[in-house]
């Protein structure tokens, strides 16, 4: 299994983008979470298939008409501590 962090930024908080991505999350069966960051971008813990893992990207950059994606980062997570499904995280 393959574990990332994501960070997304643009305009991503306010529009129901959370609920999105965990929709996205549970189509591919991925564990993890995501979470409003003080920044304003939002940010993803993803655990699961690699091939999985990269459609799930693909979706949330394009595939949520509200959003207004300017940038994407992602981390590897081995060292990190995921549920064992996925959450959203106030």
Known sequence: MDKIIIKIYG???GIGYRWFIYEIAQKY????????????SVECGVKGLGDDINKFIDEI???????????????????????????IRR
């Open 61 to 87: 950059k394009k595939n949520y008409i509200l959003a207004v994606v300017e940038n994407i980062e992602i981390i590897k997570a081995e060292n990190v501590e995921f549920p064992e499904n996925f959450i």
């Open 11 to 13: 305009r991503v908080q």
């Open 29 to 40: 069966s991925l564990c993890g979470w995501v979470q409003n960051m003080d920044d304003g």
